[in-house]
Structures are given as C-alpha cells and as structure tokens.
C-alpha cells in the first residue's frame, strides 16, 4: 500500500439539520509506507489471536460443559475469521 | 471442572450461575451499540458524498468496530459462562472469573455457614427475578457473594437444607464416637 487519500469536509448546515458531507474537492493525503501497514496488521492478528486462544482455553479448561464450549469456540471463531477476512480484503482493495 | 475433585460419597447438590435474562438483555446492548454507527450515518451523513477510497475507509473503522465488540462480547460471556457457585453436600464452591487471566475458587465447608442472606434490589431485578446471595462463614472475615442470581430464594433455600443436612451428619458422627 503506497498511499491512501481521504477526502474529507464535515460541513454543519444549521444545528436542527445536521448533514456532514465528504468533499471530493479537497483532498487529505495520507501515505502510509507498506511495511507499516502489513506490520500493523500483522501486530493486530497477533493480538487477536492471543485474546483469543486464552478465552478457547478457559472455555475449555473450565467451561460448564463440552458442547457448550465447542459451539461457542465455532461461532466466535467465525466471527473473527469473518470479520478479520473482511478487514483484509478492504486493505488488499485499498492497496489496489 | 479443573479446580475441584469431588470427595468419596460427594455430591453436587446445586449449581448457581448468573441469570440468563440478565445476559440476554446485555446481548441486546451489544446489539444496539453494533449497530448505532451505521444508524447515525444513515441518518446523518450524506452516504453518496463517499465514495472510493473513503467508502473503503469507513468500511473498515467499522468492521474493527464491530470486531472489538465481537470479542468483548464473548469476553462478557466467558465471565457469564465461568463464573458460578457450586454446593456440593460437604462444602459451597465459589468460581470468581473477574477478568480473563483472574480467576479465584475457593471453599467453604458447609457446617462453617453462618448466616445467608438474600437481596432484590431495584424494578429490574424485581421483574426478572434476579437478586444478590451473600453468606457469611464462622471464623472467617470473608464473604462469599453472588450476584444476579435467578429465583434467589429458592437457592437460599437449598443451600440451607444441605447445610442442615450437612450438619445433621457432623452430630451423626460425633455421637458415634
């Protein structure tokens, strides 16, 4: 990823209606070099995946029962692979 | 459970958890906090003035939104899933999950009970049903407390006929003796 460029202009048109609009015209360059962002990323998986090998754990080191803690490991592990494989494609989109 | 063997001739007697309605009415709390976001640029922003790269941008703040509560919400629901008394016919277990990494059981021998003691407290818990259990140990300062209980009374109660049960037996085997 070499740079993205967000152009932003919250604009108040009076305090009853309030409209914040994107303003195409002026432009907000921000460059952020590809090894930042993949290391950004890569630190924030990690962290994720850390948080989420400690709950696993604890569910089914202590869980109520097995079942339990196998149905809630399936359904939290496919939010996050979720909605981690979203984050990533948006960033691969972005990179385009 | 990991924390506990259960003795020769030990039997479970009650579970205590927290109460589900309670939980459920936090999921809905989750849900609302999900979702307001994209209700407030809904109707608050001019979604067509976005477009390329800043559409993609909102996008993703809000996916990582959304990813944060996913995992607090499952963080709220291990505490809700682990944390729990167990009264076994010798002794009360409590299972104290605060955070991830702190965890506490201990034990308290039933005959030790000396006073138990039940609070609803407000319209909420009222409605669902739900109050605070605290119980007071001889020759301890501690107190074992747990909170959100659903039908509170009715484990009181049950904790009081093991405890009687419990010591009934202690006489048993002292007039043995």
Redesign the interface.
Known sequence: MHA?????DFSVSNPMN???????ETPLDVHLPGPLVSGGLLFFVGI?GV??L??IY??F????NKV?SAG?TVV?LG??LF??G??IQ??T??AQ | ???FNLEKNEKIVLTV?KSKALFLLGTVAFVIIAVAPAMLFRF???TN??????K??V??LY??W??LL??LY??K??VY??DGWIITSDRLID?N?TR??T?DVATLPLESIQDTKVEVTGILSELLGVGTITIQSAGSAREFIMNSVPRPHDAKEKILRAYEAKKDEVKRVQVVQ
């Open positions: 993205i460029i967000l152009y932003m309030t409209q914040i609009s994107f303003d195409t994720v948080f989420s400690v709950m604890h569910w080191t202590y869980g109520r339990l809630t939290y939010g996050v909605f981690i979203m984050i948006i960033f989109s972005l | 459970m990991r924390e958890y608050f922003i001019d003035s976005i477009v390329g790269d800043a993609l941008i996008e993703l996916l990582l959304l990813l996913w995992i499952f963080f629901w291990t899933m682990l299972i999950q991830l990494f965890r």
